[in-house]
């Protein structure tokens, strides 16, 4: 009976991104004839024309860009032995933790409902009475409907007809903080054992079987606007948890059948057969079988045929849909 060698590892990793966004880009942004932020001349314009509307675009470069900030922190314990049984036979196990963390703040990210109340601004007097007083508000704030009324509180108008017209106060009505947290937890128990098996006439073949046990749980929560998708970009939501739970067990043979003779340098077989449970889909069979042939020394050929998956981790099958936006350039014009 050989030596029993125990061990430990223990890991702890942490990580922080910082990255800037883009400007918001506005191409469809609709403006009222009475709204008192419009240039006189282009109300006089819109009133020759009949138009109660008008459309126009606008890069956001005074409102400031969104800011990510990404923290990830990892940690991994995992505690085993490797036993020498001897006679060419060895054995291994072990338990293994991991916990992932991660946290994701957006912060200066435009809320699009407020952003929407905000720019539709205005004259208090000429709204009620007809006859204008120089008090600028926002739309709803006078509706004869509670509820909408209700949902503007707080609401300040925002003037975006130039650069850096607005008051502070409207800007920080339109703008707030996202946040997503994410962890995600793994637990595994796995036991090999390797050994040699009689002597095949090119020496001996060897063998390796096993089992391992993975249990994977993830969750996920976001702050309050992010669940509405209210947010310009990098919108999030609760999930979970969940959990994925993966059982199997499998064996892998090498087999040298011919070894230093004339044109048969080396031939060698190898198979694999893995049984694997899912909590998620149920039970899959994956295996392989491949060949080395070397006809001289330095000259080999290698060949397999082999049966495989991959299964979606917890993440993938969890972590819910957000919007997100993206560019499509067309290199051909």
Not at 32 to 46: G, H, T
Not at 228 to 247: H, K, L, M, Q, R
Not at 273 to 292: D, E, M, Q
Not at 307 to 312: C, E, Q, T, V
Request: net charge neutral; glycine share 10%.
């Amino acid at each position: 009976m050989g030596a029993i060698t125990p061990f430990l590892e223990v890991s702890y990793g942490r990580v922080r991104v910082t990255t800037p966004g883009a400007q918001t880009r506005d191409t469809a942004l609709i403006i009222r004839r009475d709204n008192p932020y419009l240039p006189q001349s282009i109300v006089d314009q819109m009133i020759q024309l009949n138009a109660p509307t008008l459309t126009f675009g606008r890069v956001g470069q005074d409102l400031g860009v969104a800011m990510g900030d990404n923290r990830t922190s990892t940690f991994r314990a995992v505690a085993g032995f490797d036993a020498n049984l001897g006679n060419g036979w060895r054995a291994d196990a072990y338990y293994q933790f991991g916990q992932t963390d991660t946290r994701q703040v957006v912060s200066n990210n435009r809320i699009t409902a407020n952003f929407n109340r905000a720019l539709d601004a205005v004259d208090e007097g000429r709204f009620l009475t007809g006859t204008a007083n120089g008090n600028i508000v926002c739309r709803d704030t006078l509706s004869p409907n509670a509820a909408v009324r209700d949902a503007a509180a707080g609401c300040r108008p925002l003037n975006l007809f130039g650069q850096y017209r607005f008051l502070p106060e409207a800007r920080d009505y339109a703008f707030a903080t996202s946040t997503q947290t994410t962890r995600f937890q793994q637990h595994v128990v796995a036991a090999n054992l390797t050994g040699e098996l009689f002597d095949f006439g090119s020496g001996p073949g060897s063998i390796a079987i096993g089992g391992e046990y993975r249990s994977e749980r993830v969750r996920g929560s976001a702050d309050d606007i992010s669940r509405t998708n209210g947010f310009y970009i990098s919108n999030a939501s609760d999930f979970g948890p969940e959990t994925v739970n993966v059982t199997e067990g499998y064996v892998e043979t090498v087999v040298p059948l011919l070894r230093r003779l004339p044109g048969a340098e080396l031939l060698e077989l190898n198979a694999a057969i893995r049984r694997t449970h899912y909590n998620t889909s149920g039970a899959v069979t994956t295996w392989k079988v491949g060949g080395i042939y070397e006809p001289v020394a330095g000259l080999r050929f290698r060949g397999t045929r082999s049966r495989d998956i991959r299964a979606p981790n917890a993440a993938e099958l969890y972590t819910p849909l957000v919007a997100a936006q993206g560019s499509v350039f067309d290199l051909q014009n």
